[in-house]
């Protein structure tokens, strides 16, 4: 049985690890049944790319303000918010006929991830301490990257067995057990010096600035990329983000908080959990290339990600025992060299069907080990120096990283994989909507080189408001 703090319980941390399901195992298995829904719904390929990336988007967008009203409202209030937006998202999956309720419930389902990864975060570090709050992370990676790591299998086999829908009817009950098991966990909020406004201006600004760029990525090459249209929403994106950050830098209540990037450690995990994402992201490819290509069930594709479920969680422990033995750098830097290495493997779509079989099932388990490893030093290195009355911010900052790191690298290797596909040649589609993204792989691995002390984890102090603003 795992150790507790005095506040934090075994039935919480449950409770946790299943409100993260509902986003990382549960609405991510959309990377595996596109067949399926395009077959029943009769929608296109690239509408389908856009519901899948939507949910990602938005949580992304967010994810940074339901941190920050976590930490006034309460993280357990936000984390029962985002469990019943999940459910109304769920419930809009299970009952689309057509692409309206389809893409409306992908984007309730990315709020509803925006509310709940911050909040159980801020949740963990409320009520548990040191080694206890590295253990407690380590479950809610399970739930998180073990999630992403399970979706494919266990997506693929209730769409081949059950139908597609019944996969966010379980995401449903998921939902309401989980509300169940945090009923009797304590309330937790900062302590505020003040009562700022929330930026709403900042944050219209920015949705703005990711619904652009999203449509640049996506739609770009139908768009024509010297049309009017592209040209405008570049525009948009270049003036938007230099409007940003002039509003930001005059703001007492920014919608960033800019000032946690003051510490190196901070930025090297928020920046490398953006980047490891984008790389995560090339799986929607290969899943989609082995059942128009090859001919597999949804089920049989979720197969050859068995390798990379058992491998994730295995590595996430052993990821917290070298964080805590060795620090957070060496595992970080050991799974950016491992992780693309892994995902590079099943872009060798040349190869004959047995063959590419076992590589990708390789490739998936070496993808599984780096992600794995990668998982608890970087979770634990973005809220270890961060003081309490800010743990919700950086921890939705932290991930809004991976939402958006997710949600790009799914848009860039379905418009890659779409543009080429159109052209008849599908091996060679896959394989560039896959290795296009192993482009973030290196600034993944020099970010972390030059950001991440070897000491980092090796010792949790818990540090105030007081004494990070002496530390920067």
Known sequence: MMETSAHGSNKMIIGIVFAVLTFWLFAQSMVNIIPAIQADLGISLGTLNIAISLTSLFSGMFIVAAGGISDKAGRKRLTYLGLILSIIGSLCLVLAQNATLLITGRII???????????TIALVKANFEGENRQRALSYWSFGSWGGAGCCALIGGAIATYMGWRWIFVLSIVISLVAMYLLKDTPESKAEQSNTSKFNFT??????????????????GHEFGWMSPLTVALMSVIIIGSAIFFMVEIKKSNKFIEFSLFKTKAYTGAVTSNFLQNAIAGTVVVANTYVQVARGFTAFQTGLLTIGNLVAVLVMIRV????LQKVGARKPMIAASIITPLGISLTALTFLPDLAYV??????????????????????DTAVVNIPEDKVGVASGIYKMSSSLGFSFGIAISTAVYG??????????????????????AIPSLIFIMLTISDNEGKKVPELSSTTLKKSI
């Open 319 to 322: 990821g917290e025992k070298m």
């Open 419 to 440: 543009a080429i596909v159109a052209t008849g040649n599908t091996e060679l589609a896959a394989s560039a909507g896959i290795m296009v993204n192993l482009a973030f």
């Open 358 to 379: 076992i590589t990708v099932f390789i490739g998936f388990m070496l993808s599984g080990i780096g992600l794995g490893l990668y998982a608890t030093p970087s979770t």
């Open 109 to 119: 389902q990315g709020i509803s991830a925006a509310c709940i990864m911050p909040s």
């Open 202 to 219: 900042g944050l219209f600004i920015f949705i703005i600035i990711m619904l652009a760029l999203n449509l640049v990525v996506t739609r």
